[in-house]
């Protein structure tokens, strides 16, 4: 058996970011999770968020405790490239557009607020303007554009590398297992692993995304809905991709009320091909057990609803050079009140999750909070609104 002040359970984009924090604040930590699996369709095990090569990121959003996050995480990116010596940011800025009136306006009007309100630098382009700076698109009449140009998109998989090999150089145990049991008793916790090892601990933070869902892991069911995303990728060739190199990552909110999509500019993928990602599925399928995420997870997305999506695609890029399209899978998951999860259960075991679609940006300081917690430190009230809890 090992001794440690914290095990944390997921070693994806929050369970990362809070090991290196708690091993800053001094603690004695063990980060526990599975590789990504070569094969997801013959995979058993868990799943996690970051298995793929861009994710946007961006400051502007309609919710300003979700922007103050990502502001924070992103104000330290450079930080923990450094830290981690791997890259993983890459600043193509951000776009995010919407009706200005009517149906479905709520959204990009409160982004202009919340940005106007914490001096987030961004540009407001209409009509013409709109048209000059991102010819490429075509967007309809009466859509509000807010451009950052210091948003843009992050590769994942290599934040979370940055994050683990920094943690890994402030002392951070790295155990690649699957945790499927955590029992806790008056003089700790005890981890226990799918191959066996056995971790002991003071404290416990279980940052599995929607696997947090799992039993035996947290002493309560966590309050999660998740739902079932399927992704379409649209081939492009090196002209295309030429074409469309000042492309910025995209967040559209559709006329009338009828959807909304978001859309990753050209990013080389590790087959050596290069898509664009569009996401944004127009029905919410529940995945409501542990074993309907592991058959989502395998399965590679909805083809129908894909399709759907690179329809929109087509649509707003009607230019649009492509070589084909398939599909991924994803899931998504929701708190009631659309904040992230930082809480404790007990006095010894913690939850860490509740990305609500807005995760990936703000890892680093979901993680920070998460660590503070954990340590019995207080969060910044003056900062954010929420209280984090369910």
Same mark, same amino acid.
């Given at each position: 058996?090992?001794?440690?002040?914290?095990?944390?359970? =997921? &070693?994806?984009?929050? =369970?990362?970011?809070?090991?290196?924090?708690l091993a800053e604040m001094g603690a004695k930590v063990a980060l526990v999770g599975?590789?990504?699996?070569?094969?997801? @369709?013959?995979h058993d095990g868990v799943f996690a968020s970051h298995y793929d090569q861009a994710?946007?990121?961006?400051?502007? &959003?309609?919710?300003?405790?979700?922007?103050?996050?990502? @502001?924070?995480?992103?104000?330290?990116?450079?930080? #923990?490239?450094? $830290?981690?010596?791997?890259?993983? +940011?890459?600043?193509?800025?951000?776009?995010?557009?919407?009706?200005?009136?009517?149906?479905?306006?709520?959204?990009?009007?409160?982004?202009? #607020?919340?940005?106007?309100?914490?001096?987030?630098?961004?540009?407001?382009?209409? =009509? &013409?303007?709109?048209?000059?700076?991102?010819?490429?698109?075509? +967007?309809?009449?009466?859509?509000?554009?807010?451009?950052? @140009?210091? !948003? =843009?998109?992050?590769?994942?998989?290599?934040?979370?590398?940055?994050?683990?090999?920094? &943690?890994?150089?402030?002392?951070?145990?790295?155990?690649?297992?699957?945790?499927?049991?955590? $029992?806790?008793?008056?003089?700790?916790?005890?981890?226990?692993?799918?191959?066996?090892?056995?971790? $002991?601990?003071?404290?416990?933070?279980?940052?599995?995304?929607? +696997?947090?869902?799992?039993?035996?892991?947290?002493?309560?069911?966590?309050?999660?809905?998740?739902?079932?995303?399927?992704?379409? +990728?649209?081939?492009?060739?090196?002209?295309?991709?030429?074409?469309?190199?000042?492309?910025?990552?995209?967040?559209?909110?559709?006329?009338?009320?009828?959807?909304?999509?978001?859309?990753?500019?050209?990013?080389?993928?590790?087959?050596?091909?290069?898509?664009?990602?569009?996401?944004?599925?127009?029905?919410?399928?529940?995945?409501?057990?542990?074993?309907?995420?592991?058959?989502?997870f395998r399965g590679g997305g909805d083809p129908e609803a894909g399709s759907y999506?690179?329809?929109?695609?087509?649509?707003?890029?009607?230019?649009? @050079?492509?070589?084909?399209?398939?599909?991924?899978?994803?899931?998504?998951? *929701?708190?009631?009140?659309?904040?992230?999860?930082?809480?404790? $259960?007990?006095?010894?075991? *913690?939850?860490?999750?509740?990305?609500?679609?807005?995760?990936?940006?703000?890892?680093?300081?979901? !993680?920070?909070?998460?660590?503070?917690?954990?340590?019995?430190?207080?969060?910044?009230?003056?900062?954010?609104?929420?209280?984090?809890?369910?």
């Amino acid at each position: 058996m090992m001794g440690f002040d914290v095990v944390v359970v =997921g &070693a994806g984009l929050w =369970g990362s970011a809070c090991a290196r924090h708690l091993a800053e604040m001094g603690a004695k930590v063990a980060l526990v999770g599975p590789s990504e699996p070569e094969h997801a @369709a013959s995979h058993d095990g868990v799943f996690a968020s970051h298995y793929d090569q861009a994710r946007i990121t961006r400051r502007l &959003a309609s919710d300003a405790d979700w922007s103050r996050a990502a @502001a924070a995480s992103m104000d330290r990116y450079a930080s #923990i490239e450094a $830290q981690g010596g791997v890259p993983f +940011f890459h600043q193509v800025g951000a776009l995010m557009a919407g009706p200005e009136q009517g149906a479905g306006s709520d959204y990009i009007l409160n982004t202009k #607020i919340v940005a106007e309100d914490a001096g987030t630098d961004h540009d407001a382009l209409r =009509g &013409a303007a709109l048209r000059a700076r991102f010819p490429y698109f075509e +967007f309809p009449e009466g859509i509000l554009g807010l451009f950052e @140009a210091g !948003g =843009g998109w992050i590769n994942p998989r290599a934040h979370v590398m940055a994050e683990i090999t920094a &943690a890994q150089a402030n002392g951070v145990t790295l155990v690649r297992d699957e945790v499927v049991d955590v $029992q806790e008793s008056s003089d700790g916790v005890t981890a226990r692993c799918a191959g066996g090892k056995v971790l $002991q601990a003071e404290r416990v933070v279980v940052a599995c995304g929607a +696997f947090s869902k799992a039993s035996g892991l947290l002493p309560e069911p966590v309050p999660l809905k998740v739902y079932a995303r399927t992704i379409a +990728f649209v081939e492009i060739d090196d002209s295309e991709a030429e074409r469309l190199k000042d492309m910025p990552s995209v967040v559209y909110f559709f006329p009338n009320g009828a959807g909304d999509c978001y859309l990753l500019p050209p990013v080389r993928y590790p087959n050596g091909k290069t898509y664009l990602k569009i996401g944004g599925d127009p029905d919410d399928v529940e995945l409501a057990t542990v074993a309907e995420m592991k058959e989502w997870f395998r399965g590679g997305g909805d083809p129908e609803a894909g399709s759907y999506m690179a329809e929109q695609l087509f649509n707003l890029m009607p230019s649009l @050079a492509s070589q084909g399209v398939t599909f991924g899978s994803c899931a998504t998951s *929701f708190t009631p009140r659309g904040n992230p999860l930082i809480y404790g $259960q007990t006095e010894r075991v *913690f939850a860490l999750t509740g990305g609500n679609g807005a995760g990936a940006k703000c890892a680093d300081e979901i !993680g920070r909070l998460g660590a503070l917690r954990v340590m019995g430190k207080s969060l910044p009230e003056n900062i954010y609104q929420t209280n984090f809890l369910p």
